[in-house]
C-alpha cells in the first residue's frame, strides 16, 4: 500500500494528485517529471467502489436499526472522509492501455 507512483519513471504521485483524478472521474495523471499519461487500472476502479461500499450500506440500514436522521447523516460524512482519505492509497496507475481497460 501506497502512493501510486509514475509507471515509465517511478515518481510518486501525491494525494492531492491522486485524489483530483478520483474526483474528476478517473482523468488520467500526467506525471509531472516525464509526461508520461498515466490511467488508473480497471482493478484500482473496482478497489474504489468496495471503498465506498460502507457509505451505502449505512445510508441503507439507517431505517433499519432506526437511526435518526443527524446521526445517518454523521455516519455517512465521516465514512466518506475516510474513504476519500484513504482511497488514494489503494489505487494503481499505468501507461499500459490493455491494464486500463476491462482486462483485469
Ligand atoms: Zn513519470
Known amino acids: 500500500m501506497g ?3 509514475c509507471d515509465q519513471c517511478r515518481t510518486t504521485f501525491s494525494w492531492g494528485q491522486v485524489s483530483k483524478s478520483l474526483s474528476l472521474f478517473y482523468r ?3 506525471c ?4 508520461t499519461e ?5 482493478r484500482s476502479r473496482l478497489i474504489g467502489s468496495v471503498i465506498i461500499m460502507p457509505i451505502i450500506l449505512i445510508g441503507s440500514i439507517s431505517t433499519i436499526i432506526s437511526l435518526s436522521l443527524p446521526v445517518t447523516i454523521t455516519l455517512i460524512v465521516v465514512t466518506g472522509l475516510i474513504a476519500m482519505l484513504i482511497q488514494p492509497y489503494f489505487m494503481k496507475y499505468s501507461s499500459n492501455e490493455t491494464e486500463t481497460n476491462i482486462a483485469i
Do not use: E, G
Request: net charge positive; charged share 20%.
Open 32 to 35: 509531472p517529471v516525464c509526461k
Open 3 to 5: 502512493l501510486p507512483k
Open 28 to 30: 488520467p495523471i500526467i
Open 38 to 42: 498515466n490511467r488508473i487500472t480497471f
